[in-house]
T-cell receptor, first 114, second 115 residues
């Protein structure tokens, strides 16, 4: 089993602050995805990173895939209350199935206070 | 519809009852996944279909769990003789192509509570 460790598990910050969520593994992933999930809804894909060292930006969100493709981070600049939610990283293991069976981290619950 | 639809949204079952959870994927999507999500945790893989073929059922926790997709579109996850540990949100996801980087589109899940 290829585990993805997410940290921190909980994050409570004030509006305007910056934050970083980490996703680490001892295993190599061919790609890594970040999802955001709100209560009562399914996860929604934010980004997919596939190349070691890749950096992708989505407005105030910056995603990075580690050079060795074992870890990833999500950085949010100037957090807003609308960013509140459960953030999940999910990886497709290198050498794994061709159809994209994903292993999910346990998630980071982010609360941004006005 | 535009997205993945799951029904019912909520299901309460008494221990020992059988339940059936339905998933309507996005039309034309080849791949369909079922995941189980415990409270405060990330989803865990249960099973995978490519069209009507169940190619991977390695995540099904016991032989009480059964999934089907007979015509390659709608899928049903059936749990027999439910137990309290089966209480969770069951998520269905579909993707257009059966490749590793195909984006997954999730439904809003069925929250199962076994009493």
């Amino acid at each position: 089993t290829q585990l993805l460790e997410q940290s921190p598990q909980f994050l409570s910050i004030q509006e305007g602050e910056n934050l970083t969520v980490y996703c680490n593994s001892s295993s190599v992933f061919s790609s890594l995805q970040w999802y955001r999930q709100e209560p009562g809804e399914g996860p929604v894909l934010l980004v997919t990173v596939v190349t070691g060292g890749e950096v992708k930006k989505l407005k105030r969100l910056t995603f990075q895939f580690g050079d060795a493709r074992k870890d990833s981070s999500l950085h949010i600049t100037a957090a807003q209350p609308g960013d509140t939610g459960l953030y999940l990283c999910a990886g497709a293991p290198a050498g794994g199935t061709s159809y994209g069976k994903l292993t999910f981290g346990q998630g980071t619950i982010l609360t941004v206070h006005p | 519809g535009a997205g993945v639809s799951q029904s019912p949204r909520y299901k309460v079952a008494k221990r020992g009852q059988d339940v059936a959870l339905r998933c309507d994927p996005i039309s034309g999507h080849v791949s369909l996944f079922w995941y189980q999500q415990a409270l405060g945790q990330g989803p865990e893989f249960l099973t995978y279909f490519q069209n009507e073929a169940q190619l991977d059922k390695s995540g099904l926790p016991s032989d009480r769990f059964f999934a089907e997709r007979p015509e390659g579109s709608v899928s049903t996850l059936k749990i027999q003789r439910t137990q309290q540990e089966d209480s969770a949100v069951y998520l269905c996801a579909s993707s257009a192509a059966g490749t590793a980087n195909s984006p997954l589109h999730f439904g809003n899940g069925t929250r199962l509570t076994v009493t």
